[in-house]
Nanobody, 125 residues
């Protein structure tokens, strides 16, 4: 079993930056893939970025490439999402998710993930 706790959300102006953190507890095998997802009011959840915590492979949604960076501190079992050049359309609840994985490639589809955090709100105005 894995528990995920996100932090770092807040309100920023357009063009600003935030860094989200997600701390995972539980066995590493169950959180081999960790991803960030977001959901804005009235919209479907969408994948933002993913990282394979053992292999280090990374994936991004096209709409955040060049602006967001996912990274990890393996020892601390923490995954970060550095968000720069924020836009109003980035406003959403951001969720961290985890799942086991054995092929080194992490999905950006939410249905693939087993464990979810409670989310942290990001508001850009």
């Amino acid at each position: 079993h894995v528990q995920l706790v996100e932090s770092g959300g807040g309100s920023v102006q357009t063009g600003g930056s935030l860094r989200l953190s997600c701390i995972a507890s539980g066995d590493r095998e169950s959180s081999a893939c960790m991803g960030w997802f977001r959901q804005a009011p009235g919209k479907e959840r969408e994948g933002v970025a993913s990282i394979h915590t053992n292999v280090g492979s990374i994936g991004y949604a096209d709409f955040v490439k060049g602006r967001f960076t996912i990274s990890q501190d393996f020892a601390k079992k923490t995954v970060y999402l550095q968000m720069n050049s924020l836009k109003p359309e980035d406003t959403a609840m951001y969720y961290c998710a985890a799942m086991p994985n054995y092929d080194g490639s992490c999905s950006l589809f939410g249905w693939a993930y087993n464990y979810w955090g409670q989310g942290t709100q990001v508001t850009v105005s």
